[in-house]
Protein backbone atom coordinates (compact mmCIF):
# COMPACT_ATOMS: atom_id res chain seq x y z
CA UNK A 1 0.00 0.00 0.00
CA UNK A 2 1.08 3.77 -1.02
CA UNK A 3 0.70 5.94 2.45
CA UNK A 4 3.16 8.21 0.03
CA UNK A 5 5.15 8.33 3.40
CA UNK A 6 8.62 7.72 3.27
CA UNK A 7 11.62 7.11 5.34
CA UNK A 8 13.94 9.58 4.19
CA UNK A 9 16.76 9.28 6.65
CA UNK A 10 17.54 6.73 9.96
CA UNK A 11 20.00 6.96 12.05
CA UNK A 12 21.61 4.80 14.92
CA UNK A 13 23.67 4.67 17.76
CA UNK A 14 24.66 1.65 19.79
CA UNK A 15 28.00 0.11 21.15
CA UNK A 16 30.06 2.92 21.13
CA UNK A 17 29.02 3.85 16.81
CA UNK A 18 26.71 5.95 15.30
CA UNK A 19 25.32 5.47 11.94
CA UNK A 20 23.62 7.27 9.09
CA UNK A 21 21.04 5.90 7.12
CA UNK A 22 23.55 2.23 7.28
CA UNK A 23 27.02 4.37 7.58
CA UNK A 24 28.83 4.55 10.12
CA UNK A 25 29.73 8.22 10.75
CA UNK A 26 31.55 7.78 13.76
CA UNK A 27 33.24 5.09 16.66
CA UNK A 28 35.20 4.92 19.65
CA UNK A 29 35.87 1.41 21.31
CA UNK A 30 36.09 0.73 24.85
CA UNK A 31 34.49 3.77 25.85
CA UNK A 32 31.87 4.57 28.68
CA UNK A 33 28.53 6.31 27.53
CA UNK A 34 29.67 9.32 29.14
CA UNK A 35 33.17 9.23 27.14
CA UNK A 36 31.48 8.04 24.01
CA UNK A 37 28.86 10.69 23.60
CA UNK A 38 31.16 13.38 24.52
CA UNK A 39 33.80 12.55 22.04
CA UNK A 40 30.79 12.05 19.49
CA UNK A 41 29.74 15.64 20.36
CA UNK A 42 33.21 16.77 19.36
CA UNK A 43 33.74 14.88 16.54
CA UNK A 44 30.12 15.75 14.40
CA UNK A 45 30.68 19.25 15.87
CA UNK A 46 27.12 19.87 16.79
CA UNK A 47 28.12 23.31 19.12
CA UNK A 48 24.89 23.59 21.59
CA UNK A 49 26.66 24.22 24.56
CA UNK A 50 23.28 23.06 26.51
CA UNK A 51 24.13 19.71 25.54
CA UNK A 52 26.43 19.38 28.94
CA UNK A 53 23.58 20.37 30.96
CA UNK A 54 21.19 16.98 29.75
CA UNK A 55 21.13 14.20 31.52
CA UNK A 56 22.29 10.94 29.43
CA UNK A 57 18.75 10.21 27.88
CA UNK A 58 18.75 13.28 26.20
CA UNK A 59 22.52 13.62 25.48
CA UNK A 60 21.57 10.11 23.19
CA UNK A 61 18.26 12.00 21.61
CA UNK A 62 19.78 14.59 20.89
CA UNK A 63 22.68 13.49 19.42
CA UNK A 64 20.82 10.92 17.34
CA UNK A 65 18.23 13.64 16.01
CA UNK A 66 21.16 15.93 14.97
CA UNK A 67 23.00 13.48 12.92
CA UNK A 68 19.48 11.71 11.24
CA UNK A 69 18.69 15.68 10.29
CA UNK A 70 21.86 17.06 9.16
CA UNK A 71 20.94 16.67 5.81
CA UNK A 72 17.08 17.42 6.01
CA UNK A 73 15.43 19.44 3.58
CA UNK A 74 15.18 23.01 4.89
CA UNK A 75 11.72 23.35 2.88
CA UNK A 76 10.56 20.30 5.10
CA UNK A 77 11.60 21.71 8.42
CA UNK A 78 9.41 23.70 10.64
CA UNK A 79 6.38 23.91 13.20
CA UNK A 80 4.40 21.02 11.71
CA UNK A 81 7.87 18.56 12.47
CA UNK A 82 6.09 16.46 14.93
CA UNK A 83 8.12 14.11 17.07
CA UNK A 84 7.00 10.55 18.82
CA UNK A 85 9.93 8.43 20.59
CA UNK A 86 9.79 5.44 22.39
CA UNK A 87 11.53 3.73 25.35
CA UNK A 88 11.56 1.07 28.21
CA UNK A 89 12.99 2.68 30.99
CA UNK A 90 11.41 6.57 30.71
CA UNK A 91 13.62 8.56 32.79
CA UNK A 92 14.97 6.07 35.27
CA UNK A 93 18.69 6.65 34.62
CA UNK A 94 18.22 10.05 35.51
CA UNK A 95 14.90 9.09 38.25
CA UNK A 96 17.58 6.81 40.38
CA UNK A 97 19.89 9.78 40.67
CA UNK A 98 17.62 12.05 41.96
CA UNK A 99 16.22 9.36 44.92
CA UNK A 100 20.21 8.71 45.74
CA UNK A 101 19.88 12.54 46.29
CA UNK A 102 17.34 12.92 48.59
CA UNK A 103 17.45 8.98 50.39
CA UNK A 104 19.81 10.00 52.99
CA UNK A 105 17.82 12.67 55.23
CA UNK A 106 20.76 14.08 56.95
CA UNK A 107 22.49 14.45 53.62
CA UNK A 108 19.43 15.85 51.58
CA UNK A 109 20.78 17.59 48.62
CA UNK A 110 18.32 16.85 45.18
CA UNK A 111 19.78 18.99 42.55
CA UNK A 112 17.34 21.22 40.81
CA UNK A 113 19.42 20.96 37.50
CA UNK A 114 18.89 16.47 37.68
CA UNK A 115 14.86 16.72 39.08
CA UNK A 116 14.42 18.62 35.73
CA UNK A 117 15.18 15.71 33.85
CA UNK A 118 12.83 13.17 35.92
CA UNK A 119 10.54 12.97 32.91
CA UNK A 120 11.03 10.57 29.86
CA UNK A 121 9.48 13.28 27.61
CA UNK A 122 12.23 15.71 28.16
CA UNK A 123 14.36 14.60 24.95
CA UNK A 124 11.76 15.63 22.94
CA UNK A 125 11.61 18.68 24.79
CA UNK A 126 15.33 19.44 23.94
CA UNK A 127 14.93 18.63 20.13
CA UNK A 128 11.81 20.66 19.55
CA UNK A 129 13.60 23.52 21.11
CA UNK A 130 16.90 22.68 19.10
CA UNK A 131 14.53 22.36 15.95
CA UNK A 132 12.24 24.76 16.93
CA UNK A 133 9.15 22.02 16.23
CA UNK A 134 5.87 22.78 17.16
CA UNK A 135 4.41 19.82 15.93
CA UNK A 136 2.19 17.44 17.73
CA UNK A 137 4.88 14.97 20.04
CA UNK A 138 4.47 11.93 22.36
CA UNK A 139 6.53 9.83 24.01
CA UNK A 140 5.38 5.95 24.37
CA UNK A 141 6.56 3.33 26.81
CA UNK A 142 7.24 -0.63 25.76
CA UNK A 143 9.43 -3.40 26.98
CA UNK A 144 11.35 -3.22 23.64
CA UNK A 145 11.53 -1.61 19.86
CA UNK A 146 7.60 -1.96 18.88
CA UNK A 147 7.45 -0.87 14.99
CA UNK A 148 3.82 -1.43 15.06
CA UNK A 149 3.19 1.03 18.20
CA UNK A 150 5.40 3.71 16.45
CA UNK A 151 3.97 2.90 12.32
CA UNK A 152 0.26 3.23 13.71
CA UNK A 153 0.83 6.17 16.27
CA UNK A 154 2.62 8.40 13.65
CA UNK A 155 -0.26 6.94 10.62
CA UNK A 156 -2.74 8.37 12.90
CA UNK A 157 -0.65 11.94 12.94
CA UNK A 158 -0.48 11.72 9.33
CA UNK A 159 -4.11 11.21 8.77
CA UNK A 160 -5.20 13.37 10.85
CA UNK A 161 -3.00 16.46 9.68
CA UNK A 162 -1.52 16.71 12.70
CA UNK A 163 2.03 17.52 11.17
CA UNK A 164 3.53 17.14 7.69
CA UNK A 165 6.45 15.38 8.33
CA UNK A 166 7.57 13.36 11.49
CA UNK A 167 10.79 12.42 13.33
CA UNK A 168 9.94 8.90 15.77
CA UNK A 169 11.94 6.29 16.71
CA UNK A 170 13.72 4.55 20.35
CA UNK A 171 15.64 6.14 22.71
CA UNK A 172 16.87 4.16 25.67
CA UNK A 173 19.33 4.49 28.22
CA UNK A 174 19.77 2.98 31.17
CA UNK A 175 22.98 2.49 33.87
CA UNK A 176 25.66 2.94 31.05
CA UNK A 177 23.27 0.86 28.45
CA UNK A 178 22.04 2.82 25.42
CA UNK A 179 20.47 2.50 22.46
CA UNK A 180 18.85 5.50 19.99
CA UNK A 181 17.17 4.11 16.62
CA UNK A 182 15.73 7.15 14.75
CA UNK A 183 13.69 7.87 11.72
CA UNK A 184 12.52 11.20 9.88
CA UNK A 185 9.32 10.33 8.06
CA UNK A 186 8.53 12.49 5.28
CA UNK A 187 5.48 13.04 2.46
CA UNK A 188 6.56 12.25 -0.60
CA UNK A 189 3.81 11.15 -3.32
CA UNK A 190 6.33 11.16 -6.13
CA UNK A 191 7.67 8.07 -4.84
CA UNK A 192 6.78 4.48 -3.55
CA UNK A 193 6.17 4.93 -0.08
CA UNK A 194 8.59 2.90 2.17
CA UNK A 195 6.94 3.66 5.77
CA UNK A 196 5.83 0.65 6.82
CA UNK A 197 6.16 -1.46 10.32
CA UNK A 198 8.26 -4.23 8.63
CA UNK A 199 10.50 -1.92 7.24
CA UNK A 200 11.18 -0.05 10.20
CA UNK A 201 11.36 -3.49 11.91
CA UNK A 202 14.14 -4.61 9.54
CA UNK A 203 16.35 -1.09 9.82
CA UNK A 204 16.11 -1.34 13.66
CA UNK A 205 17.48 -5.39 13.48
CA UNK A 206 19.88 -4.71 10.68
CA UNK A 207 21.33 -1.65 12.13
CA UNK A 208 21.97 -3.53 15.29
Known sequence: MNNGLCISAHCRIKDNSAALNGETVFTLEEASFTQFIKALYRDQKFEYSKFFKMDN??????????????NADDKIMGEEVGVVLANANASLDTDVKHQESIADAKNYFPSPSVFVYTLPNIVIG????????????????????????????????????????????????????????????????????????ERLKSIYQNCS
Open 57 to 70: LSKLGFAAAEILLS
Open 126 to 197: EICIKHKFTGENACLISKSFDSDQLFEYTMNLFNNGKVSSCLIGWVDCYLGEYDAALFFITRNNDKKSNFES
